[in-house]
């Protein structure tokens, strides 16, 4: 069983930068393909960034540029740095890590098997 427990949430005006953490226990992080997803209340879940196992990754247009996936092996810890924060950026923020597939770049939610608590980040303009 995979556990994924996310941090580094908080609230940030326009422009600034957060970096979120998702620490995995259960399972190493370099043998997973994992993911950010954020949710805004009514509003589906989007994924936003993927890794996959050896290391390549995939943007949903509205973060390319600006957000960055990765991974510490040491820590067992995902990482998504966030630049160039927007209001429309305010969500909360879920990783993911789906088992199987390793070589894919999915960012579809039902890809993905284990999930964190989330993590909320707020921007203000």
């Given at each position: 069983?995979?556990?994924?427990v996310?941090s580094?949430?908080?609230?940030?005006?326009?422009?600034?930068s957060l970096?979120?953490?998702?620490?995995?226990?259960?399972?190493?992080?370099s043998?997973?393909r994992?993911g950010?997803f954020r949710?805004?209340?009514?509003?589906e879940r989007?994924?936003?960034?993927s890794?996959?196992?050896v290391g390549?990754t995939?943007?949903?247009?509205?973060?390319?540029g600006?957000?960055t996936?990765?991974?510490?092996?040491?820590?067992?810890t995902?990482?998504?740095q966030?630049?160039?924060?927007?209001?429309?950026d305010?969500?909360?923020?879920h990783?993911?890590a789906g088992?199987?597939?390793?070589?894919?770049?999915l960012?579809t939610?039902d890809?993905y098997?284990?999930w964190?608590q989330?993590?909320?980040?707020?921007?203000?303009?």
């Amino acid at each position: 069983q995979v556990q994924l427990v996310e941090s580094g949430g908080g609230s940030v005006e326009a422009g600034g930068s957060l970096r979120l953490s998702c620490a995995a226990s259960g399972y190493a992080v370099s043998r997973l393909r994992m993911g950010w997803f954020r949710q805004v209340p009514g509003k589906e879940r989007e994924g936003i960034a993927s890794v996959n196992t050896v290391g390549s990754t995939l943007y949903a247009d509205s973060v390319k540029g600006r957000f960055t996936i990765s991974r510490d092996y040491g820590k067992n810890t995902l990482y998504l740095q966030m630049n160039s924060l927007k209001p429309e950026d305010t969500a909360m923020y879920h990783c993911a890590a789906g088992a199987g597939k390793g070589l894919f770049l999915l960012l579809t939610p039902d890809e993905y098997n284990f999930w964190g608590q989330g993590t909320q980040v707020s921007v203000s303009s």
